[in-house]
């Protein structure tokens, strides 16, 4: 029999003995590098414009730039809001699928041949390996394509809601009970979603005596909204 060398005989010992390596996998979305943009421009509008960025782990960034301010007497002025965001499922699923079904929007969204009113330009762009596009539009024959328009355009008005809400905590809170009961509004007609990623400024609200009760109880009823949607 022909004789084994000590060496493989030693290095086959180690791979017996060493531990089996843990098998991890990250999910499948987080790891798929693709990436959802959503822009929207009107500069009749405050933001002026505003740009949302997803990518399908959930992570995402918004962006605004301000636009005119609608009179002298507002209690708080246009500025330029950053913030990192987070979109769950179903929102998130239903976003990417829709791209996915729509060539990566590598499509014509606009309607021609219409006479609709201006609500601002908007686009929608997907990027990752599994292909890219995208097309711009005031508004669509394609029903999802709207609805995908409107979503954004609803976290657009949760995040700019947040902003004035938390200058308003600070300066004017005599403002708060109003602005908590238009957003509330916003929330019930599905024109402001995914709430949670203002729960910090809600929370603070909710927490501070000094704000009047009824506003307090508007923002606790906000972050339950927010807790029972996942």
Same mark, same amino acid.
């Given at each position: 029999?022909?004789?084994?060398?000590?060496?493989?005989?030693?290095?086959?010992?180690?791979?017996?003995?060493?531990?089996?390596?843990? @098998?991890?996998?990250?999910?499948?979305?987080?790891?798929?590098?693709?990436?959802?943009?959503?822009?929207?421009?009107?500069?009749?509008?405050?933001?002026?414009?505003?740009?949302?960025?997803?990518?399908?782990?959930?992570?995402?960034?918004?962006?605004?730039?301000?636009?005119?301010?609608?009179?002298?007497?507002?209690?708080?002025?246009?500025?330029?809001?950053?913030?990192?965001?987070?979109?769950?499922?179903?929102?998130?699923?239903?976003?990417?699928?829709?791209?996915?079904?729509?060539?990566?929007?590598?499509?014509?969204?606009?309607?021609?041949?219409?006479?609709?009113?201006?609500?601002?330009?908007?686009?929608?762009?997907?990027?990752?390996?599994?292909?890219?596009?995208?097309?711009?539009?005031?508004?669509?024959?394609?029903?999802?394509?709207?609805?995908?328009?409107?979503?954004?355009?609803?976290?657009?008005?949760?995040?700019?809601?947040?902003?004035?809400?938390?200058?308003?905590?600070?300066?004017?809170?005599?403002?708060?009970?109003?602005?908590?009961?238009?957003?509330?509004?916003?929330?019930?007609?599905?024109?402001?979603?995914?709430?949670?990623?203002?729960?910090?400024?809600?929370?603070?609200?909710?927490?501070?005596?000094?704000?009047?009760?009824?506003?307090?109880?508007?923002?606790?009823?906000?972050?339950?909204?927010?807790?029972? @949607?996942?």
């Amino acid at each position: 029999m022909p004789m084994i060398p000590a060496v493989l005989l030693f290095s086959s010992f180690l791979q017996a003995a060493a531990p089996p390596q843990a @098998v991890t996998s990250a999910p499948a979305a987080a790891s798929s590098g693709a990436e959802i943009k959503f822009s929207f421009e009107n500069a009749q509008l405050d933001p002026a414009s505003y740009v949302i960025v997803l990518h399908e782990d959930g992570s995402g960034h918004y962006s605004s730039t301000p636009g005119l301010s609608s009179g002298a007497g507002d209690d708080v002025a246009p500025s330029p809001h950053d913030h990192a965001i987070e979109i769950h499922d179903p929102l998130l699923a239903g976003f990417f699928s829709t791209a996915r079904s729509h060539h990566f929007f590598d499509i014509a969204c606009e309607a021609t041949g219409l006479h609709v009113a201006f609500t601002g330009k908007k686009l929608l762009a997907y990027t990752g390996p599994d292909g890219k596009g995208g097309c711009t539009y005031n508004w669509s024959r394609d029903p999802q394509i709207n609805q995908m328009g409107n979503q954004m355009i609803a976290i657009g008005t949760t995040l700019e809601a947040g902003r004035r809400l938390a200058i308003e905590h600070v300066h004017s809170r005599l403002s708060l009970d109003a602005e908590l009961e238009n957003l509330d509004d916003a929330v019930k007609a599905h024109r402001a979603l995914a709430i949670e990623n203002i729960a910090p400024v809600l929370q603070s609200i909710a927490d501070d005596e000094n704000v009047m009760n009824r506003a307090r109880m508007r923002a606790r009823a906000l972050l339950a909204a927010a807790a029972s @949607v996942h």
